[in-house]
């Protein structure tokens, strides 16, 4: 069973890593930005409100957020697999709510693992990744808002002793090689 919650900035390859680990490993991936653009296509309630914020590289409200991880972490693959949590948290409160869920579920976390990227390496990313919402203004954006709201995470992961920090630049297969070491897999 694996534990994990991915963090670094948008562009990182977190979504990318999240993907391998999880397929090789059989782990849950939950991702918020998939779910969130799911329900955007599916034009679910829940979609227009996101939409909103997401066009605008702004967060939906942490409510909202941690509603969908509560409802998603109560289901049975969680239980029996564990979990990659990739997006989540983004801010002090998600972050506050997931120990106090993971505390009721008896779930703690393994670790949290930081994938590091400068920023000059994250614009140019994600310019060539071309998503909609990866325009040069909401790029910028989001990078703002991760510096101001999801960067403290760092401090508070390393104050519980979670915290490991990994090179984003670089051999995508030895990026994987390390997260697996670090999550002491096999490989
Ligand atoms: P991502 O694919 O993780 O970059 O997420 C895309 C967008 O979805 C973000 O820019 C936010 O608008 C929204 N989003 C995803 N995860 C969260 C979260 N944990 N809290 C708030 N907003 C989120």
Do not use: C, W
Not at 109 to 132: C, F, Q, S, T
Not at 148 to 174: C, F, M, R, S
């Amino acid at each position: 069973m694996i534990k994990v919650v991915f963090l670094g900035p948008p562009g990182a390859g977190k979504g990318t890593q999240a993907v391998r680990i999880t397929e090789k490993y059989n782990v849950p991936h939950i991702s918020t930005g998939d779910i969130l653009r799911a329900a955007v296509r599916e034009g679910t309630e829940l979609g227009k409100v996101a939409k909103e914020y997401m066009d605008k590289g702004e967060l939906v409200p942490d409510e909202i957020i941690i509603g969908i991880i509560r409802e998603r972490l109560s289901q049975e693959d969680v239980k029996r697999n564990g979990f990659l949590l990739d997006g989540f948290p983004r801010t002090l409160p998600q972050a506050e709510a997931l120990d106090k869920l993971l505390e009721e579920l008896g779930m703690p976390l393994d670790k949290v693992i930081y994938l590091n990227v400068d920023d000059e390496e994250i614009v140019k990313r994600l310019l060539a990744r071309g998503r909609v919402d990866d325009t040069e203004e909401i790029i910028r954006n989001r990078l703002r808002v991760y510096r101001e709201q999801t960067a403290p995470l760092i401090d508070y992961y390393t104050a519980k002793g979670l915290l490991v920090e990994i090179n984003g630049v670089g051999d995508i297969n030895e990026i994987t090689k390390k997260i697996e070491e670090t999550l002491g897999l096999n490989g």
